[in-house]
């Protein structure tokens, strides 16, 4: 069977480590990883940090044995302990995604997490190592606890502010940048020794810095980007939920507000809807719960 050992030892024995393994280095799988080797078919694999103690982590069916060379008193650690597989850092991460830009009606939302090392096994008994495979019913069960829980940033555009950018000659991507390099700054400030920083990526890293053109505001470096972050990285996975769970809320505030089940998504059905709120509410009151950039907002107005 095979085993998932992890150890915490100087950065001056990573070094060590790393001369020892020399003839067995593989390519790294990204620039949060310090080295990794395949020794006897046991994967090694060491982890970037700011701090003084790095984290290496040795997979396969000798794992056992291969982290015992590096610490004699090192155990088998249990089952559940396990990470999500696919994931591909596990040490002290921030990571930032977004919710609400494929639907019609209802706010964007962005949030940045703080993820530590220790936060991992609470994160997979919470299922959120599978965030894009939980119902809205499951994220409005874990929401409330999460919340308590977790540190995170969270930034909500309303459909009237929204639609005011617009107006203004922002596009939905340069909307999104901003909004989640004030997320992950909130984060990055209260905890400055994060190394190891996440974003679900929606555009060409070169173009995301791009939209970040105010002169006045800090922006945070050294990002990792990669599509579908939520399946990599665990800080985004629990972004995503957090930001799910907060739009959900929203919805709901609408629903009570208007007095009318808003809808999710964009589809046919979304569009007669508007059309019975149009009628009810007014263009006024469209504006601020609608986005105009959406085929549906023409072929609503101009019914």
Same mark, same amino acid.
């Given at each position: 069977?095979?085993?998932?050992?992890?150890?915490?030892?100087?950065?001056?024995?990573?070094?060590?480590?790393?001369?020892?393994?020399?003839?067995?280095?593989?390519?790294?799988? =990204?620039?949060?990883?310090?080295?990794?080797?395949?020794?006897?078919?046991?994967?090694?694999?060491?982890?970037?940090?700011?701090?003084?103690? @790095?984290?290496?982590?040795?997979?396969?069916?000798?794992?056992?044995?291969?982290?015992?060379?590096?610490?004699?008193?090192?155990?088998?650690? /249990?089952?559940?302990?396990?990470?999500?597989?696919?994931?591909?850092?596990?040490?002290?991460?921030?990571?930032?995604?977004?919710?609400?830009?494929?639907?019609?009606?209802?706010?964007?939302?962005?949030?940045?997490?703080?993820?530590?090392?220790?936060?991992?096994? @609470?994160?997979? /008994?919470?299922?959120?190592?599978?965030?894009?495979?939980?119902?809205? @019913?499951? *994220?409005?069960?874990? =929401?409330? /606890?999460?919340?308590?829980?977790?540190?995170?940033?969270?930034?909500?555009?309303?459909?009237?502010?929204?639609?005011?950018?617009?107006?203004?000659?922002?596009?939905?991507?340069?909307?999104?940048?901003?909004?989640?390099?004030?997320?992950?700054?909130?984060?990055?400030?209260? #905890?400055?020794?994060?190394?190891?920083?996440?974003?679900?990526?929606?555009?060409?890293?070169?173009? #995301?810095?791009?939209?970040?053109?105010?002169?006045?505001?800090?922006?945070?470096?050294? *990002?990792?980007?990669?599509?579908?972050?939520?399946?990599?990285?665990?800080?985004?996975?629990?972004?995503?939920?957090?930001?799910? %769970?907060? %739009?959900?809320?929203?919805?709901?505030?609408?629903?009570?507000?208007?007095?009318?089940?808003?809808?999710?998504?964009?589809? @046919?059905?979304?569009?007669?809807?508007?059309?019975?709120?149009?009628?009810?509410?007014?263009?006024?009151?469209? %504006?601020?719960?609608?986005?105009?950039?959406?085929?549906?907002?023409?072929?609503?107005?101009?019914?």
């Amino acid at each position: 069977m095979k085993e998932n050992i992890t150890i915490t030892v100087p950065s001056t024995l990573v070094e060590v480590m790393k001369e020892y393994y020399s003839d067995c280095l593989e390519n790294s799988q =990204g620039e949060y990883v310090d080295f990794q080797a395949r020794k006897n078919d046991v994967i090694i694999t060491a982890y970037l940090s700011k701090k003084e103690n @790095k984290k290496v982590t040795f997979f396969g069916e000798n794992a056992l044995e291969e982290a015992r060379v590096w610490n004699p008193e090192v155990e088998k650690q /249990e089952k559940e302990e396990k990470v999500k597989e696919g994931w591909l850092y596990f040490g002290d991460q921030i990571g930032s995604d977004e919710v609400g830009v494929g639907d019609f009606l209802g706010p964007m939302i962005v949030v940045a997490a703080f993820v530590s090392e220790r936060d991992i096994k @609470k994160l997979i /008994e919470l299922g959120i190592h599978d965030s894009k495979k939980m119902t809205d @019913k499951k *994220i409005l069960e874990v =929401g409330p /606890e999460i919340v308590k829980q977790f540190k995170f940033s969270k930034l909500t555009l309303p459909n009237e502010k929204y639609n005011e950018m617009l107006d203004k000659g922002e596009n939905l991507n340069s909307m999104k940048a901003k909004m989640h390099n004030r997320a992950l700054l909130n984060m990055h400030k209260e #905890y400055i020794d994060v190394l190891n920083i996440f974003v679900d990526q929606f555009v060409a890293e070169k173009t #995301y810095y791009k939209y970040l053109n105010d002169a006045n505001e800090e922006q945070v470096k050294d *990002i990792t980007f990669r599509t579908k972050g939520e399946s990599y990285f665990p800080c985004v996975a629990l972004a995503s939920v957090i930001a799910r %769970y907060s %739009y959900l809320k929203e919805m709901k505030k609408l629903s009570e507000k208007y007095g009318m089940d808003f809808p999710f998504g964009a589809s @046919k059905k979304v569009t007669e809807f508007a059309k019975r709120f149009l009628d009810k509410y007014g263009e006024e009151e469209l %504006y601020k719960v609608a986005k105009k950039n959406f085929a549906n907002y023409s072929e609503v107005i101009n019914k």
